[in-house]
T-cell receptor, first 109, second 114 residues
Framework: EDQVTQSPEALRLQEGESSSLNCSYTVSGLRGLFWYRQDPGKGPEFLFTLYSAGEEKEKERLKATLTKKESFLHITAPKPEDSATYLCAVHTNAGKSTFGDGTTLTVKP | ETGVTQTPRHLVMGMTNKKSLKCEQHLGHNAMYWYKQSAKKPLELMFVYNFKEQTENNSVPSRFSPECPNSSHLFLHLHTLQPEDSALYLC?????????????FGPGTRLLVL
């Protein structure tokens, strides 16, 4: 059974305090791992897709990396507007998508 | 309007009511999805449509009935729901199933069943 586990469940940072969110996965035949950002009361917003171990992608203060077992979402010098829930999901060769529970990030000014 | 829109944004219904959720995408996509997001639970895929044909039904109770009249519109018809069906219902679209990983979500309909 495909599994996606995100940690920590919640993360509180001071503005400018860099940190990382973790997404561990066990799937049979990974096609892609993707990260979404979700603000309260809104649908998820696509951030990145990673396809193979060693791949990295960046967008502003966010950088996503991928290994064979996990992905990290690094947040450099976060700002209050980065506060949101970050969702990780995997898509398999069988055409299935499995989402993690998410990490709720709060950045205090 | 751009992107994926959903109406209504909020809905309160009794267990004997019949209501429908509507989703419309303005992205020219061919695949559309319904998800359920409950508190403290991960997103659950409910239904998948590709070129108006249902390709996936993830063991969803029959009190939820989807309809896809064309590639731009998706409905979720609700009847005799239970309180545990209260959740955020999200619609998403993608170019087609080969681009399933890049899904664009609507804002969701917050449903409360009394």
């Amino acid at each position: 059974e495909d599994q996606v586990t995100q940690s920590p469940e919640a993360l509180r940072l001071q503005e400018g305090e860099s940190s990382s969110l973790n997404c561990s996965y066990t799937v049979s035949g990974l096609r892609g791992l993707f990260w979404y950002r979700q603000d309260p009361g809104k649908g998820p917003e696509f951030l990145f897709t990673l396809y193979s171990a060693g791949e990295e992608k960046e967008k502003e203060r966010l950088k996503a990396t991928l290994t064979k077992k996990e992905s990290f979402l690094h947040i450099t010098a976060p700002k209050p507007e980065d506060s949101a829930t970050y969702l990780c999901a995997v898509h398999t060769n069988a055409g299935k998508s499995t989402f993690g529970d998410g990490t709720t990030l709060t950045v205090k000014p | 309007e751009t992107g994926v829109t959903q109406t209504p944004r909020h809905l309160v219904m009794g267990m004997t009511n019949k209501k429908s959720l509507k989703c419309e995408q303005h992205l020219g996509h061919n695949a559309m999805y319904w998800y359920k997001q409950s508190a403290k639970k991960p997103l659950e895929l409910m239904f998948v449509y590709n070129f108006k044909e249902q390709t996936e039904n993830n063991s969803v109770p029959s009190r939820f009935s989807p309809e896809c009249p064309n590639s731009s519109h998706l409905f979720l018809h609700l009847h005799t729901l239970q309180p545990e069906d209260s959740a955020l219902y999200l619609c998403a679209s993608s170019q087609d199933l080969s681009f399933q990983e890049t899904q664009y979500f609507g804002p969701g309909t917050r449903l409360l069943v009394l």
